[in-house]
């Protein structure tokens, strides 16, 4: 997942960087400036998988009301006292996969994971949520509700779910690499390879590849493209720039000096997509760069 960590005090931010460290994540200090607040999030609901807010859970439920859209859509939302004391699953627990982030980070920092969602609360899965970990897309929405009621009540979903189906739509994936001059193609197979594991997928399941167009000649990624039977797409410097500012993504000084833009991996599969949802983030091996896209 790629978060956003948003803190408005100077407690809040220090745990901000605290949690960055220790699971992962961009911050942004915004201060008690609400009209600030109010700015970023509308940029950035949609763009990040999760967002984290340090401070009281009611500012960030009038932050996110107007960009609130569906379940199967929303990023993960989660609310932490400046304290550290709790941390919250507020939006999207399950498809969003906002329940296994809020107990990701309490026990980095320590803390109690405030679950809530009845599923969880009980001790059962929950049929989004095994779809979301094996990269399923779940729909209708209106089905996910009946299948997890009836897993509740205990009984056997296959038999009593009645007229009720729930689709689980495989989803591919889409690499972005960033790779130094002279990579081979095996070093490049093994780190898309390792980052698939990363997230417990075959390399099957990709079924793009994305990056800079000045790795056009790039011996390396185009015959391991071919050899993979993938289609490769390049994207200018200016294309990749777009989505860096779009999406807030974080840049490299040395990319930046090499290939003239400072992020390849991330903003290059970000190119290929309407809509985004990471399932991996920029991820740095032995001289390549990966991130994994899910293609919606």
Same mark, same amino acid.
């Given at each position: 997942?790629?978060?956003a960590?948003?803190?408005?005090?100077?407690?809040?931010?220090?745990?901000a960087?605290?949690?960055?460290?220790?699971?992962?994540?961009?911050?942004?200090?915004?201060?008690?400036?609400?009209?600030?607040?109010?700015?970023?999030?509308?940029?950035?609901?949609?763009k990040?998988?999760?967002l984290?807010?340090?401070?009281?859970?009611?500012?960030?439920?009038?932050?996110?009301?107007?960009?609130?859209?569906?379940?199967?859509s929303?990023?993960?939302?989660?609310v932490? +006292?400046e304290?550290?004391?709790?941390?919250?699953?507020?939006?999207?627990?399950?498809?969003?996969?906002?329940?296994?982030?809020?107990?990701?980070?309490?026990?980095?920092?320590?803390?109690?994971?405030?679950?809530?969602?009845?599923?969880?609360?009980?001790g059962?899965?929950?049929? +989004?949520?095994?779809?979301?970990?094996?990269g399923?897309?779940?729909?209708? @929405?209106?089905?996910? @509700?009946?299948?997890?009621?009836?897993?509740?009540?205990?009984?056997?979903?296959?038999?009593t779910?009645?007229?009720?189906?729930?689709?689980?739509?495989?989803?591919?994936?889409?690499?972005?690499?960033?790779?130094?001059?002279?990579?081979?193609?095996?070093?490049i197979f093994e780190?898309?390879?390792?980052?698939?594991?990363?997230?417990?997928?075959p390399?099957?399941?990709v079924?793009?590849?994305?990056?800079?167009?000045? @790795?056009?000649?790039?011996i390396?990624?185009?015959?391991?493209?071919?050899?993979m039977?993938?289609?490769?797409?390049?994207?200018?410097?200016?294309?990749?720039?777009?989505?860096i500012?779009?999406?807030?993504l974080?840049?490299?000084?040395?990319?930046?000096?090499?290939?003239?833009?400072g992020?390849?991996c991330?903003?290059?599969?970000?190119?290929?997509?309407?809509?985004?949802r990471?399932?991996?983030?920029?991820?740095?091996?032995?001289?390549?760069?990966?991130?994994?896209?899910w293609?919606?």
């Open positions: 997942m790629r978060t960590i948003i803190s408005l005090t100077a407690n809040g931010a220090r745990l960087e605290k949690i960055s460290l220790k699971v992962g994540g961009q911050t942004f200090a915004k201060g008690r400036n609400f009209t600030k607040l109010a700015n970023l999030v509308e940029e950035i609901f949609g990040f998988d999760g984290i807010f340090i401070c009281a859970a009611g500012i960030v439920v009038r932050m996110i009301a107007p960009h609130i859209v569906s379940k199967l929303d990023p993960a939302v989660l932490i +006292d304290r550290g004391h709790n941390v919250i699953s507020l939006l999207s627990g399950h498809v969003g996969r906002a329940n296994e982030l809020a107990v990701e980070i309490a026990k980095a920092i320590e803390a109690n994971p405030v679950i809530t969602t009845a599923t969880d609360v009980e059962r899965f929950s049929a +989004d949520t095994v779809a979301s970990r094996l399923l897309l779940p729909e209708p @929405k209106e089905a996910i @509700k009946a299948i997890n009621a009836a897993i509740l009540r205990g009984e056997d979903v296959f038999v779910a009645g007229d009720v189906r729930l689709n689980l739509i495989p989803q591919n994936l889409i690499a972005g690499v960033g790779c130094r001059r002279g990579t081979s193609s095996l070093k780190a898309i390879q390792r980052a698939c594991a990363m997230i417990h997928q390399i099957e399941r079924k793009l590849l994305a990056s800079v167009d000045v @790795k056009k000649d790039e390396g990624l185009v015959s391991l493209a071919e050899v039977g993938l289609e490769i797409k390049f994207f200018s410097t200016t294309e990749l720039q777009k989505k500012d779009e999406y807030k974080e840049e490299s000084k040395f990319v930046t000096r090499s290939v003239g833009v992020n390849v991330e903003a290059a599969a970000l190119c290929c997509v309407d809509e985004a990471f399932a991996l983030p920029k991820t740095a091996f032995k001289g390549v760069t990966v991130a994994l896209l293609e919606k």
